[in-house]
């Protein structure tokens, strides 16, 4: 993931027929560009306009927004495909509690995307239709991400929300924050940005914009805690998810049938990991065949937009010369992640927070991050953790390195726990992707090792039940607030009586 904070300056701008004057920011900021590899990826292009949002004075006119009464109100900010999965279980956890008449009357809206709207919450935009990377893309989406900011705002004023709700997006969702801390709206970050992983200095604003800090791994809330943050450990949603997915028996029935190993390719939940990735992967699976010839491939695309690119690219990699034919052994399917993983006997797998799937599922499963030059550069300087799988990170002894922390060598003896093997890298791996392939499709005992290995990992840190615990915790906060605002109600009747 890229953050930017662009330098700021004092400008003035006239809007609307009122002539009214926006100031933003007189002050210059410092230049930081952040570097994260394994989660929600946006750029923080807001900090020159940082206060632009509260000096606006007309709320007036907000559409889209409900004002009638509700018990309580709680905004959500969520901008990843996975982060609208986690707010739609968090919601449908209140719902099974609203059933038993906990709370009734909840009013969830904010921006999310189609789970999180199918689960009750009002979206005013689906956020999760601008999950983007790259310095360039994040500028030509500047004013769409400035309107909803500006948006939120207004809502913060008019409607007054009892919580805000933050999931992943740091890039965007620290300005939401910032946004609801000057409204005097308190802030839950549920499943925070991996701050320990690069750019550390940037708790000053989990400090500061966040009350509460909702921890997704084991060893997040220490690291909170000891920076001045009020952390708690819940567990990462997505195991709950992943529980109570349902698989398609009759597609798992199709692909048994077919005969042969089958090896899955997941090249990414987002359309440039998909461009970056996927030419690696072919290429490895290529070779793949040429040492274990009876092999299938299938690749799980996550929408048909990236059904037609990674179609594009197989094209364009099967015509390339000496390209070693893949034919009618490559198939592509959309919407199959879970029955695919499930079927497969191995993986290749873009980072990301698939490898808690491929753990769940107990697969086998080597890991690429295909990067620039000048990304991989870069993210060497800010990156504070050995490793950018998150199963990785929770077999080792010391998920935190200081200085530079290289990346993962399989012939490096501090690699030895590594469960997926990982290539982060601005070279072509196929040759190694293959390697490990080839390995587990021909060497049935190393094969079961790895397996053994996974469900060991899946029994300490893969029960779920972090949507139960958040629902309660965050619940017990609102809980708190309405019986101040009950007792508060009661004193003002005493008094004028």
């Known amino acids: 993931m890229w953050e930017l904070n662009f330098p700021r300056f004092a400008y003035s701008a006239i809007l609307g027929r009122q002539g009214m004057v926006v100031r933003a920011s007189r002050e210059l900021g410092k230049l930081l ?10 750029m923080e292009v807001f900090a020159w306009v940082g206060s632009l949002a509260g000096e606006r004075r007309d709320m007036t006119g907000l559409a889209g927004i409900d004002s009638k009464e509700a018990k309580m109100k709680i905004f959500f900010s969520v901008g990843e495909p996975s982060g609208d999965l986690h707010g739609a279980n968090l919601i449908r956890e209140w719902g099974h509690r609203q059933r038993g008449q906990a709370h009734p009357g909840w009013k969830f809206v904010g921006y999310g995307g189609p789970r999180m709207a199918a689960a009750g919450c009002q979206l005013h935009a689906d956020l999760t239709q601008l999950a983007i990377i790259g310095i360039v893309r994040a500028l030509l989406y500047l004013p769409k991400f400035l309107g909803l900011l500006w948006r939120a705002d207004r809502y913060f004023q008019c409607q007054r929300p009892d919580l805000v709700i933050l999931i992943d997006y740091p890039g965007f969702n620290w300005w939401i924050a910032r946004r609801a801390k000057a409204r005097g709206i308190p ?41 001045g943050c009020q952390a708690t450990f819940v567990g990462h949603p997505y195991f709950d998810e992943l529980k109570g997915r349902k698989l398609d028996e009759t597609f798992l029935q199709c692909l048994a049938e077919r005969g042969g190993p089958l090896v899955t390719i997941l090249p990414g939940s987002r359309t440039q990991e998909v461009r970056s990735n996927t030419q690696a992967f072919l290429r490895a699976a290529g070779k793949i065949r ?16 990236h059904e037609k690119l990674i179609r594009e690219i197989v094209r364009r990699e099967q015509s390339r010369p000496g390209a070693i034919p893949l034919g009618d052994r490559l198939d592509i399917h959309v919407g199959r992640t879970g029955e695919l993983i499930h079927a497969a006997d191995c993986c290749m797998a873009c980072s990301g927070s698939v490898s808690l799937e491929l753990l769940y599922h107990a697969k086998p499963a080597v890991v690429l991050y295909q990067i620039s030059q000048w990304s991989y550069w870069l ?50 791996k196929s040759t190694q992707l293959a390697d490990h392939v080839i390995t587990w499709l021909t060497d049935d005992a190393e094969r079961q090792r790895t397996v053994c290995r996974l469900k060991e990992l899946k029994a300490k840190v ?24 009950v007792e508060s109600r009661e004193l003002r009747v005493r008094k004028s009586a």
């Open 33 to 42: 560009v952040d570097v994260s590899i394994e989660t929600t990826v946006v």
């Open 187 to 227: 802030v839950v970050y549920y499943g925070t940005p991996q701050l320990w992983a690069w750019a550390s200095w940037r708790v000053k604003k989990m400090r500061r914009y966040v009350d509460h800090v909702l921890c997704k791994l084991p060893f997040e809330p220490k690291w909170f805690a000891q920076r």
């Open 290 to 305: 040429q040492q274990v010839p009876q092999t299938r491939f299938a690749v799980a695309a996550y929408k048909r937009q």
């Open 379 to 428: 993210q060497s300087w800010f990156r504070k953790v050995r490793y950018i799988t998150l199963v990785n990170l929770l077999t080792a002894d010391d998920p935190f390195a200081g200085g530079m922390v290289g990346v993962y060598n399989p012939e490096d003896p501090r690699d030895a726990h590594v469960l997926m093997p990982e290539y982060l890298t601005c070279r072509d």
């Open 462 to 485: 893969g029960q779920g039940g972090a949507s139960h615990r958040a629902a309660q915790y965050i619940g017990g906060l609102l809980e708190a607030k309405e019986e101040l605002r």
